[in-house]
């Protein structure tokens, strides 16, 4: 596992380095429990506090912290686990074909495309309006394509409402629009755009 704190491959700009200089990023432990963290989202604040230890116990979600460089306290918290885009995400096999043409060669034509999930993703109270949940977001997709070991093209995540907004001004692109009146709307966001 590379040093989260400082990645070499990824590209770093002046925001990453002004991050780096007082947050780290680290892989939660195995059976590891957080006692200290609020988002003003009780669901989020949950997960991180009761559920993310079990879920990597259980190999279905890997769960990375944030911490503040002069107190080591948890300001921040994201969970990923695979995931995939598949035939049976569209209303039709026509909505489908539409959103694979424009990327794929008739070749590379899947019925299911490999995807990392982003499952929470959360930052506390005293670190918003910084532009740090931005600064993480393209994180977390450079870190999927830097030196890519399975083969990963999208980031999916089922967006609360009162997130929508931010995942779009971040690249994300809502999948269909047969959720559109549901709590959550799936969205996805492209790796490729990210390769040089």
């Known amino acids: 596992?590379?040093?989260?704190?400082?990645?070499?491959?990824?590209?770093?700009?002046?925001?990453?380095?002004?991050?780096?200089?007082?947050?780290?990023?680290?892989?939660?432990?195995?059976?590891?429990?957080?006692?200290?963290?609020?988002?003003?989202?009780?669901?989020?604040?949950?997960?991180?506090?009761?559920?993310?230890?079990?879920?990597?116990?259980?190999?279905?979600?890997?769960?990375?912290?944030?911490?503040?460089?002069?107190?080591?306290?948890?300001?921040?918290?994201?969970?990923?686990?695979?995931?995939?885009?598949?035939?049976?995400?569209?209303?039709?096999?026509n909505e489908f074909n539409k959103f694979r043409k424009h990327r794929f060669v008739n070749e590379k034509r899947l019925t299911n495309y490999p995807s990392v999930k982003l499952c929470r993703f959360a930052l506390s109270n005293d670190i918003r309006g910084k532009h740090i949940g931005s600064i993480l977001l393209d994180f977390m997709k450079r870190y999927f394509v830097s030196d890519n070991k399975t083969g990963c093209r999208f980031m999916t995540v089922d967006a609360y409402r009162t997130a929508e907004e931010f995942y779009l001004k971040n690249g994300f692109l809502y999948l269909n629009s047969t959720d559109s009146e549901k709590p959550t709307r799936l969205m996805f966001y492209d790796l490729i755009n990210l390769e040089d």
């Not at 059976?31 to 259980?58: M, V």
């Open 1 to 93: 596992m590379p040093n989260l704190t400082y990645a070499p491959c990824f590209r770093l700009e002046p925001n990453f380095e002004e991050f780096y200089r007082d947050y780290g990023i680290r892989k939660l432990d195995l059976k590891e429990y957080i006692t200290a963290f609020s988002c003003g989202d009780d669901d989020l604040d949950d997960f991180i506090l009761n559920d993310a230890p079990l879920y990597r116990e259980a190999l279905l979600a890997v769960t990375y912290i944030i911490e503040r460089n002069s107190d080591k306290k948890v300001v921040g918290y994201f969970s990923l686990a695979n995931d995939r885009i598949t035939i049976k995400d569209f209303p039709s096999n």
